[in-house]
Every structure is written in C-alpha cells, then in structure tokens.
C-alpha cells in the first residue's frame, strides 16, 4: 500500500464517517421536518379553528345577550341589522365547521363533534334571531328565549371543548413521536460516530506505526553508512514509497561500498606506485651524481687536452718555421751547387746543422705522435662525440709518422752526403740532383707542417666546442640532479597523502556479508 493511501485511508474514513453523520442529522431532520409539518397541518389547523369558532361562538352570545337586553331602547333598523348580523356570524360560522369536518375526515370523534355542533348551531341562529325578535316587543320574552340559545350554546361550546381537548392529544401524540424520532436518529448519530471514530483511530495508528518503522529503518541504514559501516545489505518486501527510500538507500550504500572499494584499490595502487617513483628517484639522484663527478673529470681532461693541442699548435709553427728555414737553406744550397767543391767543408758544416734540424724534426714528429696517441685515447673515451676528433688525431699521427720517416730519410741522405764530402767532386752532379729532391721533401714536409698545423687548429676549434658541451652537459645534469631530488620529495610527500588518505579510508567496513529484513 502506498504512502499516499495510507495517509488517506484514516482521513477518508473520517471524512465518510462525517459525512454519513450529517447525511443521517439531514435525513433526522427531513423526517422531524416532515412528521411536524403533517402533524401541526392537521392537528393544530383543528386545534385553531376550534379555538376561534369557541371564541367566536362566545361573542356571538355575548352579542344577542347584548341586543336582547336592550332591545326596547333599539330601532326598528337597529334590530334588524342585529338580526342580520347574528345571521352573518351563523354563516360564518358554519363555514368554519365546513372547512372543519372536511379536516377531521380522518377523525371519526372530531367529525362527530363537528357535526353535532352545525346542528346546533342551526339551532342556536334560530332561537337567537327569535330571542332578538321577541325582545324588541317585550323584553322579559326575549329573555326567557335566550334560555333555550344558553342551552345550545353549552352544548356547541362542549362540543368544541371536546374537539380542542382531541387536537391537542393528536398533537401531544405527535411531538412525542417526533421526539422518538429524533431520540432515534441522535443514537444512529452516536453509533456512526463512535465506529467512524474507531475506525479512523485504529487506521491512524497502523499507518503510523508502518511509517514509523519503515523511518526507523532508513535511519538504522543511514546511521550504519554514517559510521562507515558499508557491509551487509537490507532486504525490504514494501512496495510503497518509504520501500522504495530503502531501496534508494540500499543502492546508495551499495553505490559507496563500490566507490570505497576502487578507492582503496587506487590507493594501495597509488601507494605502491609512488614507493617506486620514489626508489627510482633516489637512483636516479645517485646515478646523476655520478654522472656529474664523471662529467667533471670529463670537462677536466678535455681541458687538460686542450691545453696540450694548444701546444702541439705551437710546436707545429715552431716546426713550420723550422721548415721554412731549411726550404731556404735548400734552396741556396742548389744555388751554390757549382761552388760545391771549393766549399765541401762549408757543405760538411751545413750538413751537420741540417742533421741537427732534421733530429729537431724527428723530436717533433716525435711529440707530435705522441700528442695525436693521446688524443685518439680521449676522443676513444669521450665515445660518439669525440670520434670525429680520433680521426684527426689518426691523420696527425700519419702525418707525424711520415714526418718522421721524411726526417730519417733527410738524416741518411745527409749522413751520406757527408761520407762522400771527400768524394764530392765526382758527385757533383749526383749532389745537384740529390739537392733537387732535398728541396722537393722539405717541401713536402712544408706541406705535411702546414696540415699539421691547420689540424691542430681544428682540433683547438673542436676541443673547445667538446669543452663548452661538455659543460653544459655538465650544468644540464646538475639541474637533472636538482629535478631528481624534488621529484623524490615530491613522491615521497604523495606517498605520504596516500597513507593519509588509506587511513581516512580505513573508517569503511566492508568486511561481511550479513543481511537484515524489513517484514511488511
């Protein structure tokens, strides 16, 4: 049963139970009503009629009395509009008793009455028209008629007595059949009342103990999900609107039961999640640490590199002069070719400063090795980004090589020069074109300077392009490194809010699976 119907039921009930109360006073007075107007219609239309023809019958007497007694002090005319008008009041008279009997059909003793008194009253007009008559010629005549009219008017006067006496019986019969009625119908009133009230009464409770235990429910339910206590599950049979507020409740508990449970899913994910940013975090601090000490031993070998190819750049011009110098020295030495034999010792002299030189040039080539070895080292260290710079520092060490192996070969020709001083004459045209090829290799190794120095360049330009990358990276990773540890603060301050977050959580229960039902 709806709500609705039962709030409507009780007040329906009281409404009909009204309802039926006025309907039954209505219809009681409708009967009242009814029972007076037939009654006081017939009865008292008699009763009043009798009481005036009685009154009426009195000064009619009271009348003739009158002309009787002076009828010798009356006229002719006097006397015959007394006559006259005794003959009006007889005749009106016995209208009345007309109007009377047809009234009094239904009453026997009443017609009876009503008929007795017409003959006497036909009487009565007689006598007192005689009595007046009389009276006119002598006086104590008329007097002595009115004895026989006393007599009759006695009797109509009875007669009437007894039609009044029956009209007011008739109607004290009738009151106290109203009254009966009207005792009657206020008892039905009472019984309809009472059971209307009852009824409404017993309604009204029943309906207020369903709501109040269906509200108790709900509350139960809503106190249970107020202490987060989200297990079990309530069962209603009510198909009304306070079942479906249970429902609605139920599906609502059930609803949170599921949110609290992905919740806490989310943040045991979360927490275990954010346990590992955190951990990988930290590592990546260490490891970015490391990075930037690696880094910083990095940028100081680069430095230190840059200073040595710095050298090798000074050295290289130093040889390009050198080279320069003996490209001249070789150059005036095919000049005085024809003046070999008069100068051989100043041939022996120069080339002992050539073999110097060349041993300078050796040394060189030497260093030079040296410095392109140690250079492929650290561009083999510094991985991809220093292979370009290894293969520079192979084609220096190439260039070192055969500098090297150009100044051993210089060395041998001057060495051979020098055994054959004594002998130079007779190889004086051997020596002019031994001279050509001296100036063609010291060209030669003009030229191999020349690349060794615009290497070098190259290698000081890059070295110090790897040296301002090597520092940004180094900057980069130092930032990395400062991103590394508010990124593990940062996790370490989620991981905390998820606790938080599981502890406030922890007030849902879930555990369970007990039910309790609502009876109908």
Not at 286 to 311: G, H
Request: net charge negative; charged share 20%; with cysteine.
């Amino acid at each position: 049963m709806k709500l609705k119907a039962r709030i409507l039921i009780p007040a329906g009930v009281c409404l009909a139970s009204t309802i039926a109360v006025g309907a039954t006073s209505v219809l009681a007075m409708h009967t009242i009503g009814s029972m007076l107007e037939s009654s006081t219609e017939h009865e008292l239309a008699t009763y009043s009629r009798a009481l005036r023809l009685k009154g009426s019958l009195g000064e009619l007497q009271a009348f003739v009395y009158r002309q009787v007694t002076l009828a010798d002090s009356l006229t002719a005319d006097q006397i015959k509009q007394a006559r006259a008008k005794i003959a009006t009041q007889v005749s009106e008279q016995r209208q009345e008793l007309q109007t009377l009997q047809r009234a009094a059909d239904q009453e026997p003793a009443i017609a009876e009455a009503v008929t007795a008194t017409m003959n006497d009253l036909e009487k009565y007009g007689h006598v007192a028209d005689q009595a007046v008559d009389m009276a006119s010629v002598d006086p104590n005549t008329g007097i002595a008629s009115m004895q026989t009219a006393d007599e009759i008017f006695h009797r109509n006067a009875a007669h009437l007595d007894k039609i009044v006496s029956d009209g007011n019986a008739a109607l004290q019969s009738a009151f106290a059949s109203i009254g009966e009625t009207r005792t009657q119908m206020g008892a039905v009133d009472l019984v309809v009342t009472l059971a209307a009230t009852a009824a409404t009464l017993v309604l009204t409770l029943l309906g207020i103990r369903r709501i109040t235990q269906d509200i108790r429910q709900c509350s139960r339910l809503a106190d249970s999900v107020a202490r987060g206590e989200l297990s079990g599950a309530s069962v209603t049979s009510h198909t009304d609107e306070m079942g479906e507020l249970l429902s609605n409740l139920e599906q609502m508990k059930t609803s949170l039961r599921e949110v609290v449970g992905q919740v806490r899913s989310g943040i045991e994910s979360m927490t275990s999640a954010t346990r590992e940013i955190a951990q990988g975090n930290d590592d990546l601090s260490r490891r970015t640490e490391q990075q930037a000490a690696s880094l910083d031993t990095t940028s100081a070998s680069m430095t230190k590199m840059a200073s040595t190819i710095e050298r090798s750049a000074g050295h290289a011009r130093q040889a390009e002069s050198l080279v320069s110098s003996a490209t001249a020295v070789a150059a005036r030495g095919g000049e005085v070719v024809g003046e070999v034999v008069q100068q051989m010792s100043e041939i022996q002299s120069s080339s002992r400063r050539i073999a110097e030189i060349i041993s300078v040039i050796d040394g060189i080539a030497f260093q030079t090795n040296i410095l392109a070895l140690n250079a492929a080292v650290e561009a083999a260290r510094a991985g991809d980004q220093g292979r370009g710079f290894a293969v520079v520092a192979g084609e220096v060490r190439n260039l070192a090589q055969r500098s090297a192996h150009a100044a051993r070969e210089i060395k041998d020709l001057i060495s051979h020069s020098v055994e054959k001083v004594e002998s130079g004459s007779r190889l004086v045209n051997s020596a002019g074109q031994t001279m050509t090829e001296i100036v063609s290799q010291v060209r030669k190794v003009t030229d191999l300077i020349a690349e060794i120095t615009t290497a070098t360049r190259v290698q000081t330009s890059d070295a110090g392009a790897v040296n301002e990358a090597v520092e940004q990276l180094d900057s980069m990773t130092q930032q990395n490194a400062a991103l590394a540890q508010q990124s593990a603060a940062a996790a370490q301050s989620l991981s905390r809010h998820a606790d938080h977050l599981a502890t406030a959580m922890s007030v849902f229960k879930m555990t369970g699976t007990g039910q309790y039902t609502v009876n109908a």
